[in-house]
């Protein structure tokens, strides 16, 4: 019985098999196509990340008052839709997203989201999981990431969350109003996003005084015409 079990086991052979294709391929996929839609609807897609409490919708509302055209937004939240209500009642079309629990949007749940939508002709941000992390793996359609940090954060999160700041495409340093109650080192902040990200614009703004927001909406206005026309 023993030399049987031995003989056995002598037949088994393993194989290695290699993956190629990536496990991010099928959104990435649906991303593209997503993104080719809203082209078509002459619609430029802003894909908003941040951690929890960095102002990104108190930012975003100030932004918005700049945009010289319709703007429309998708509201991702894990649970509730306070800041979608928020938006609403400034007579901002909004369409909610609650994950449950996942901690971001991906690319087939905006586009569900997205249909059935009149939105054209304008500026889409589609408002992120509150999360530094996985965000900024996933492609949802967007034509450009806008990353929203605050100093109240602390300025060593280009070093602790290297890819949101590596795969952004606008930076906005938010609540720089605190600048002189918060022991914020701006020159240490700086040198770890231009290592990262040394093409992306990096803005100094508050929502709360509107410093920056100008520069900012005129810098998305102009980033914007290659597709509303």
Known sequence: MVARKEESMSEIITKKIEVMESIYSKN?????EFNKRLSERNIFCTNIMGAPGAGKT???IKIIEKINAPVYV???DIESDIDAKKLETLGIKTVQINTGGACHLDAPVVENAFDGTDFKNGFLFIENIGNLVCPAEFMIGEHIKLLISSITEGSDKPYKYPLAFEKANLIL???YDLSNYIDF???????GVKKLNP????FKVSGKTEQGVDEVAEWL???AR???K
């Open 199 to 202: 093409s992306a614009p990096v």
């Open 28 to 32: 990435e996929k649906s991303a593209a």
């Open 185 to 191: 080192d701006w020159e240490f902040f700086i040198s």
């Open 173 to 175: 340093l938010n609540k």
């Open 226 to 228: 290659s597709v509303i």
């Open 74 to 76: 998708i509201e991702g």
């Open 58 to 60: 108190s930012l975003l």
């Open 221 to 223: 206005n102009n980033k």
